[in-house]
C-alpha cells in the first residue's frame, strides 16, 4: 500500500497521508515533478521526503516513487468529496433515526467495485461510508480496503458496536480512517439499550469505543441528544472528556428521507438549538451522495432526481449541479417567505419537514 496520496485539488495540488487528516499544498512544478519521478521509476524527489518528515514523521522512504506514492488523476468535473450508504441495514433500531426502515439490501460485490473505481475517476479524494451500520456489511472490509488502495481518504460514521471484533479492528489500525465518528445514544445500559432498542447494545459499544481508543484511532464521538437520554447528557459529554476524544452533539431530530414525522416524538425540545442561516452548500457541485444502489443524489436528504452511476459513469455526474440548482429553489409553502435571506435549513430539507407535517417551530423562523 503506498504512503502517500498526491492529488489534485480545484487549482491546487496536494499531498496527504492515508489516515492522517492532515494536507501539505505543493505547487504544480512539484506535482509534475513527482509525476514524472513515478512514471520513470525514479527515487522519491528530496523536496518530498523533507516533506513527509516535517508533516508525518515518516523518515523510511526506501522504496521508488512509484511504491511509496500514489498520484491522482483529476476528475473531469469538480467533485473532489462523496458520501455513501454501504447498505441501510442496522443491529440497532433507534427510534430518531432518520432512514425509517431499515433495508438490509444494495449493489453486489461487482457494483459496488464498479462505484467506488466511478468515485475515483470523478475525482473523489475524501470519501465518507456510512449506512445503517456499514460496519456489519460482509463486504465492508473489502469495499474499505478497496477506496484505500484506490487513494481515497476514508471517513467512517458507526456506531461502534463491530470495533470489538478483532479482525475489523486489525483492519482499521493497518488502514486507519482519516476519522471515526461513532454515535452515542446514552450513559447507561438501561438508557442505551432502551434508545437503541437492543439489549447488550451499550456494552458493545463500550467495548468497542474502549478497543478503538487503545488502537489509536481518530475517534470523534457524536453525542445524540433525545427525550429519552436527555437526563444523561452530562455524563455523555464527561465520557468524552475522560477518553480524552473529539466530542459534537445532535439534538434536532429530523423527519425520516420519505418524509415520516415518527421520529419526531424523539426531540426533547428543551435541546432544540437554533441553525446558522442558510448560506449555501457546495452539494452537488464539488459534493454528492450515493445510496447503496449507487444512485447519486446532491445529499443525504434531496435524494431525488438521482443518477445510476454503475450504469451511467462519471458523465451522469454531469448533471447534478442543475439537479442542485432546481432543489435549492424556494418552492410550496416557501415561496415569497419574506424570511428566505435567513432562512436556517435548506429547501430540501424544508420539503422534508413540510411532508412530515412538522411544527414549524422544528425548522422554520414562522414558528
Known amino acids: 500500500m503506498h504512503d502517500l496520496i498526491a492529488a489534485p485539488f480545484r487549482n491546487e495540488h496536494l499531498v496527504l497521508r492515508p489516515g492522517s487528516q492532515r494536507a501539505v499544498k505543493i505547487g504544480a512544478a512539484k506535482f509534475t515533478d513527482l509525476e514524472n519521478a513515478v512514471k520513470a521509476g525514479r527515487a522519491l524527489p528530496g523536496w518530498l521526503v523533507d516533506v513527509a518528515r516535517r508533516a508525518w514523521g515518516v523518515d523510511t522512504f526506501d522504496r521508488p516513487a512509484h511504491a511509496a506514492v500514489l498520484v491522482r488523476r483529476p476528475g473531469p468535473y469538480e467533485f473532489s468529496r462523496a458520501t455513501w450508504e454501504l447498505n441501510l441495514g442496522c443491529d440497532f433500531d433507534c427510534e430518531h433515526c432518520y432512514l425509517a426502515e431499515k433495508r438490509f439490501e444494495g449493489l453486489d460485490w461487482a457494483g459496488k467495485a464498479r462505484l467506488l473505481h466511478v468515485m475515483r475517476d470523478a475525482g473523489v479524494v475524501w470519501l465518507q461510508i456510512t449506512g445503517g451500520e456499514p460496519l456489519i456489511d460482509p463486504q465492508f472490509p473489502a469495499a474499505y480496503q478497496l477506496a484505500h488502495e484506490l487513494g481515497m481518504q476514508v471517513e467512517l460514521l458507526s456506531n461502534g458496536s463491530q470495533l470489538g471484533k478483532p479482525r475489523m479492528l486489525e483492519l482499521l489500525a493497518a488502514l486507519p480512517p482519516t476519522k471515526m465518528s461513532l454515535s452515542v445514544y446514552g450513559a447507561s445500559p438501561e438508557t442505551y439499550d432502551g434508545l437503541t432498542r437492543r439489549r447488550g447494545a451499550f456494552k458493545r459499544f463500550t467495548r468497542g469505543l474502549d478497543a478503538a ?28 472528556d475522560r477518553l480524552g476524544v473529539a466530542r459534537r452533539e445532535y439534538a434536532n431530530i429530523s423527519p425520516t428521507i420519505h418524509g415520516g414525522a415518527e421520529t419526531l416524538p424523539s426531540q426533547s425540545p428543551e435541546h432544540l438549538t437554533q441553525r446558522a442561516p442558510f448560506t449555501g452548500c457546495p452539494a452537488g457541485h464539488t459534493f454528492f451522495h450515493a445510496d447503496p444502489f449507487g444512485r447519486a443524489s446532491i445529499c443525504k436528504v434531496g435524494r431525488e432526481p438521482n443518477i445510476d452511476l454503475p450504469t451511467e459513469g462519471v458523465a451522469g455526474l454531469a448533471r447534478l449541479g442543475s439537479i442542485a440548482d432546481s432543489l435549492m429553489l424556494r418552492t410550496g409553502g416557501c415561496t415569497g417567505c419574506q424570511l428566505s435571506d435567513t432562512c436556517r435549513v435548506c429547501r430540501p430539507m424544508a420539503k422534508v419537514f413540510q411532508e412530515a407535517k412538522a411544527p414549524l417551530k422544528n425548522y422554520c423562523q414562522h414558528g
Open 213 to 240: 481508543v487503545a488502537a489509536g484511532l481518530n475517534i470523534d464521538l457524536s453525542l445524540i441528544i433525545t427525550n429519552r437520554n436527555a437526563h444523561e447528557a452530562d455524563a455523555m459529554r464527561a465520557w468524552a
